[in-house]
């Protein structure tokens, strides 16, 4: 028994006498966890941030797809709204004997674009102003004194925004200035 307390002396003096290579290992190993300390926290720091991010724009795409879910059906009710507007347009309001249908179709028109604005599809109906290539389509253009150039004078068919983005342009004239009378050739000399 008294060689085995011998040996743990033995073990105690070793470790108690610090060499300095040894100091210096143990600093060098404690700024090597310190190192992979920091390196372990901005990761982590990383990996929150790319999660937020990811949650962040998984909101996002959700709430774009419940806003635009309707995009597709939206633009293949439009050729019904079109179609409606134009057969009114070609009804006489004075003939008495399609009078009751014209009623029927404007209060149906009335109807269906009031439901079309509850899910936030709205006409764009330019006439008088300025051209805006993000919203309409030039068609044609035309000369024009009564208003300024680059104003829309008609629309062949009305745009749509659904929830603010573009579903269908606006189908236009645009107007431009009218052309400088060209002088004659006895005004030049």
């Not at 307390?5 to 070793?14: E, I, K, P, S």
């Not at 982590?44 to 990811?54: F, G, K, W």
């Not at 604005?117 to 030039?138: M, N, S, T």
């Not at 004194?145 to 068919?157: D, G, M, T």
């Amino acid at each position: 028994m008294a060689d085995e307390q011998n040996g743990d002396n033995q073990n105690l003096d070793t470790e108690e006498k610090v060499t300095p290579e040894a100091g210096e290992d143990l600093a060098a190993r404690v700024q090597s966890l310190e190192e992979q300390l920091a390196a372990a926290q901005d990761q982590s720091l990383r990996a929150v941030a790319e999660l937020q991010n990811i949650r962040r724009r998984a909101e996002q795409d959700v709430e774009k797809a419940h806003k635009f879910a309707l995009e597709r059906f939206s633009g293949d009710l439009l050729s019904v709204v079109d179609s409606l507007e134009r057969g009114l347009e070609l009804s006489s309001p004075d003939d008495e004997a399609i009078k009751p249908m014209r009623e029927g179709v404007e209060l149906t028109l009335k109807l269906f674009l009031d439901t079309l604005a509850r899910y936030q599809l709205v006409a764009l109906d330019p006439v008088g102003e300025p051209f805006d290539p993000e919203h309409h389509q030039a068609m044609a253009m035309e000369e024009s004194a009564q208003v300024e150039p680059n104003s829309v004078l008609r629309v062949f068919q009305k745009g749509y925004l659904l929830n603010g983005r573009l579903l269908r342009p606006a189908m236009v004239v645009v107007s431009k200035a009218p052309a400088q009378a060209q002088p004659s050739i006895n005004e030049k000399a």
